[in-house]
């Protein structure tokens, strides 16, 4: 069964720290590009952090510096250290995880939630 699971959401003050977690199942996961999406109440679903294959990391300005993404192939999952976090961090998080073979496919977890309280 192909799922992603995503773990490590929950409520922090301004200035913590938290780590998320995706634990990816039934599919070569070493072949997939990896990010983590957010969307907050009212706004579109945003790209936050990606990871390539060969590990090349890309982030959204508003997190670089704050956040970092890794993976790890060897337990099939991917990270996302949130430090400094703000309220405007409060959102639903996504994990994403795609190729391409001719065409994109993506794949999603069902979102964890990060508030961030003031």
């Known amino acids: 069964q192909v799922q992603l699971v995503e773990r490590g959401g929950g409520l922090v003050q301004a200035g913590g720290s938290l780590r998320l977690s995706c634990t990816a199942s039934?599919?070569?996961?070493?072949?997939?590009?990896l990010g983590w999406y957010r969307q907050a109440p009212g706004k579109q679903r945003e790209s936050v952090a990606e990871?390539?294959?060969?590990?090349?990391?890309n982030y959204a300005g508003s997190v670089k510096g704050r956040f970092t993404i890794s993976r790890d192939n060897a337990k099939n999952t991917v990270y996302l250290q949130m430090n400094g976090l703000k309220p405007e961090d409060t959102a639903v998080y996504y994990c994403?995880?795609?190729?391409?073979?001719?065409?994109?496919?993506?794949?999603w977890g069902q979102g964890t939630q990060v508030t961030v309280s003031s």
């Open positions: 994403n995880a795609n190729r391409f073979l001719g065409v994109r496919s993506d794949l």
């Open positions: 039934g599919i070569i996961f070493s072949t997939y590009s």
């Open positions: 990871i390539t294959t060969t590990s090349v990391t």
